[in-house]
């Protein structure tokens, strides 16, 4: 069974840098694409990034494109979320999702898998 645990959310200076860690456990996810949603009080669920497993092909939200990036360690069998130039806006609580399929979506339905999510806040 395929289980997510999200990490590294805190109280960041806008400007500021953060760095967020998915540690996945279950299986291999080298069929895996693996995302990373956000979700601010009253907001639907926002998606921000989508990685491959098996290539690390990638994709971002123009929201965060030039300040986030996704990274991954085998090894570890982690997924992190470097976060910079923080925004105020940018708060949330940040979510890992998995979907079974080499064929990523951008969209939160799709994915199977969640962590429990991971709170940001970012302030001015």
């Known amino acids: 069974q395929v289980q997510l645990v999200e990490s590294g959310g805190g109280l960041v200076q806008a400007g500021g840098s953060l760095r967020l860690s998915c540690a996945a456990s279950?299986?291999?996810?080298?069929?895996?694409?693996i995302a990373w949603f956000r979700q601010a009080p009253g907001k639907e669920r926002e998606f921000v990034t989508y990685?491959?497993?098996?290539?690390?092909?990638?994709y971002y939200a123009d929201s965060v494109k030039g300040r986030f990036t996704i990274s991954r360690d085998n090894a570890k069998n982690t997924v992190y979320l470097q976060m910079n130039s923080l925004k105020p806006e940018d708060t949330a609580v940040y979510y890992c999702?998995?979907?079974?399929?080499?064929?990523?979506?951008?969209?939160?339905?799709?994915?199977?898998?969640w962590g429990q999510g991971t709170l940001v806040t970012v302030s001015s």
């Open positions: 990685s491959r497993w098996r290539d690390g092909r990638s």
């Open positions: 999702a998995a979907l079974a399929s080499l064929t990523p979506s951008i969209y939160a339905y799709e994915y199977g898998y």
């Open positions: 279950g299986r291999t996810f080298s069929s895996y694409t």
